[in-house]
């Protein structure tokens, strides 16, 4: 019999996350005009899967949640652009699988480092939208960090309360069984 990667739990859980991120981000509570956007919580699955799964399986589930992202409403100038503001910038959710003892500092760093991939994003492609006389860095950290802002709160609260309720650390304790 071959063995997977994965065991099937994990990946059946990965998928469910992602289906779950997907419908999420269409919930949308503030939309910015070139992208980006508030939303009801899309990325508390996957940063969800991270916590509870590691950094491995997290951002791989990331990692396919922004090609699907992209897939399902692409906006797209340039291949490197889309691969920093996809596959790159939701990969980075899963790094909060680094910090599973830490949840609220993982949220704070998967979705800092999706911003660091949508602010060179903005910078190296969309700087010509930058109001004259402002730098295409000012206008990116701006920007992103507006929307990506309201994002941390709104996942870190959640994330808070799931933690709050033992959420996040039930695989530690079926591994324990």
């Known amino acids: 019999m071959r063995r997977t990667a994965f ?14 991120a997907t419908v999420l981000s269409y919930l949308k509570i503030f939309h910015m005009p070139q992208g980006g956007s508030v939303t009801a919580g899309s990325m508390v699955p996957l940063l969800w899967i991270s916590l509870r799964r590691g950094a491995k399986v997290g951002v791989i589930t990331c990692l396919i949640y922004g090609l699907i992202h992209f897939l399902l409403g692409p906006f797209a100038v340039h291949p490197v652009q889309v691969i920093l503001d996809y596959p790159l910038a939701f990969g980075a959710l899963g790094l909060a699988g680094l910090f599973r003892k830490r949840p609220i500092l993982g949220v704070a760093v998967g979705i800092g480092g999706r911003f660091i991939m949508h602010f060179l994003s903005g910078v190296i492609f969309f700087g010509i939208y930058a109001p004259p006389g402002v730098h295409p860095a000012i206008y990116s950290a701006i920007y992103n960090g507006g929307y990506l802002g309201g994002e941390f709160v709104i996942s870190a ?21």
């Open 157 to 177: 609260i959640l994330t808070y309360m799931m933690v709050k309720r033992g959420l996040v650390t039930i695989y530690l304790e079926e591994t324990q069984k």
């Open 7 to 20: 065991p099937v739990r994990v990946i059946s859980e990965a998928t469910v996350m992602v289906a779950l």
